[in-house]
């Protein structure tokens, strides 16, 4: 496993990250696989680990806490987030610091940990002011229940901007991730946000690497979703959203350049992610243990130059620039 630096803080993560967003609690069965899994990332060197309050209610943060619990603390990093409901009364949800210093300790007791080493903000908070979020992040970095702290896509590169100006105004610990959707189909970061994270040394650790599964190669155009896949079962039907055949053509053409370089559709969709420094870690879903394996071998997998060049071109992304005169 390689290991990279969240941004320009000293924290070191591996390339790939194991994300509890789709872990299934419901049945032994379903439990002893999710252990079986974190266990075996562990083991091949993940040390990264991402969760939130609201995954489950807080069941998925008691989980992972209890698998963890098994290793010495120093030895893996974890994650969690705020803003979703936690309650029905009008501050159990944003980013008030009211709600941020009550669900971190939510939090830390459903980890059964004494501190979490990143902490997001889940989503943007219109109702509270940025400056109260940003100074109560700041002081429960001072307090040591958080070692780092960062926010969600949903933050964009102006208010990543204002956030940077409240930080230095004030002398603040400095924002150091922001985890936004981020994969071969979805590259709206590249227009904007990925620049401002560059520019002040913020670390990126997206989620959602293979578009919701589009990106192993298993969802084929003119053919019966796969059984049990997320096209069939999952309530938001975002996959099924992007099931297009623009989409599905494209990935025909991926995944013949990645049976060409002896690898499959998911190794190439991680590699391609990591090709960029200002990546820190991708993080992946994986709802059994052979998953887990053949995305692991996306962190020694370079995608040879002329290969690159042709995805792109597959992809044919452009970046938004507005030329004036």
Not at 92 to 103: A, P
Not at 279 to 308: C, H, M, Y
Request: with cysteine; hydrophobic share 35%.
């Amino acid at each position: 496993m390689n290991y990279r630096n969240v941004g320009k803080s000293g924290l070191k993560v591996s390339e790939i990250a194991v994300g509890s967003w789709m872990t299934d609690l419901v049945g032994s069965k379903k439990v002893d696989i999710a252990r079986d899994t974190i266990k075996l990332a562990y083991e091949n060197g993940i040390n990264f680990f991402d969760c939130a309050d609201a995954y489950s209610g807080g069941e998925a943060e008691k989980f992972l806490g209890k698998i963890l619990n098994e290793y010495p603390r120093h030895s893996y990093v974890v994650s969690s987030k705020v803003f979703f409901p936690t309650g029905g009364g009008a501050n159990d949800w944003g980013l008030s610091r009211k709600h941020i210093f009550e669900n971190v300790d939510r939090s830390l007791s459903n980890l059964n940990m004494d501190y979490i080493d990143l902490y997001y903000c889940h989503r943007f908070d219109n109702t509270t002011p940025m400056e109260e979020t940003l100074r109560a992040l700041n002081d429960l970095v001072s307090k040591g229940k958080i070692l780092y702290y960062g926010v969600s896509e949903e933050w964009g590169a102006a208010r990543l901007e204002e956030a940077q100006r409240i930080i230095e105004k004030y002398g603040l610990y400095p924002m150091t991730v922001v985890q936004p959707q981020y994969n071969m189909i979805d590259r709206y970061i590249e227009h904007e946000i990925m620049s401002v994270c560059e520019k002040y040394g913020i670390g990126i650790t997206p989620f959602s690497p293979l578009a919701q599964g589009l990106l192993t190669g298993k969802y084929k155009k003119g053919e019966p979703y796969p059984e049990g896949s997320r096209a069939t079962h999952q309530a938001d039907k975002q996959i099924n959203n992007l099931l297009t055949d623009e989409n599905l053509d494209k990935v025909e053409k991926l995944s013949k350049i990645a049976k060409e370089l002896g690898t499959n559709m998911s190794v190439i969709a991680l590699s391609w992610i990591l090709r960029k420094s200002i990546i820190s870690s991708v993080i992946t879903g994986a709802s059994k243990p052979s998953q887990l394996e053949n995305n692991l071998a996306a962190a020694d997998f370079r995608i040879p130059a002329d290969a690159f060049e042709e995805i792109e071109k597959i992809l044919d992304f452009k970046r938004f620039e507005r030329h004036i005169g």
